[in-house]
């Protein structure tokens, strides 16, 4: 159920006609849900990202990649130093004109973020393509209830989409990324359209939320972040 949730480690291929699962060779990834993925047509590799286990533990920060001609698993990245923070339900898209990983957002232990990060398969670094929102350290706790998020959780960048996870993130052009949907802190779902131009870090909001943004986004005057 959705309250209870098994992590599983198997891998399985779909040929157009019939599922038959994969052997996998070296060191897999550890069992988490809700990993970010991408499939890299270069290197004929599935890359995963992060993830959790049960959502008590903290969200895990490390990069692999599962070599599809050969059946075996490699780390990538450790997920130390500089490095997107851990988090589960990441978008990811492989950029062909720059060859490398992107990664927006999705969900941290403090909250949903709207980073953009960068990753050169070929280098094994990670680089930061673009900041979003930052959390302040103010614990949750609004308006008498512990689980609701204050006002000053996070100083909002409002150049910059609605942090969220599990939406849909796409290289639509030579530097640009488009982003739709997804899940906030404010909402289970939101409905807007961004593009980021990659080369001058711009985000423009191409659609405008109907739900899922802060107060301060949306222009409202709330006691507490969304509400």
Do not use: K
Not at 11 to 16: N, V
């Amino acid at each position: 159920s959705a309250f209870s949730l098994t992590p599983v480690g198997d891998l399985w291929s779909y040929d157009g006609n019939a599922w038959s699962e994969v052997t996998q060779l070296g060191t897999p990834p550890s069992l988490r849900l809700f990993v970010g993925y991408l499939y890299d047509p270069v290197r004929n590799r599935l890359v995963v990202h992060g993830g959790n286990v049960d959502f008590v533990s903290a969200s895990l920060a490390d990069l692999y990649a599962f070599d599809i001609t050969s059946s075996t698993w490699a780390l990538l990245h450790d997920g130390t130093g500089t490095a997107p923070s851990g988090r589960f339900s990441a978008m990811m898209q492989y950029d062909a004109t720059n060859d490398r990983y992107l990664l927006f957002g999705g969900h941290a232990d403090q909250g949903y973020e709207n980073d953009v990060w960068a990753f050169d398969p070929n280098q094994g670094t990670w680089t930061q393509a673009r900041d979003g929102d930052n959390f302040t350290g103010r614990p949750l706790g609004c308006l008498n209830n512990s689980a609701e998020i204050p006002a000053d959780y996070v100083d909002q960048d409002l150049s910059a989409p609605q942090p969220r996870g599990g939406g849909v993130f796409a290289v639509t052009g030579a530097n640009e990324v488009c982003l739709f949907g997804g899940e906030t802190d404010c909402s289970d779902h939101t409905d807007d359209v961004w593009r980021l131009d990659l080369g001058a870090s711009t985000w423009t909001e191409v659609y405008g939320a109907r739900t899922g943004e802060s107060c301060l986004r949306r222009n409202e005057a709330c006691s507490c972040l969304c509400l």
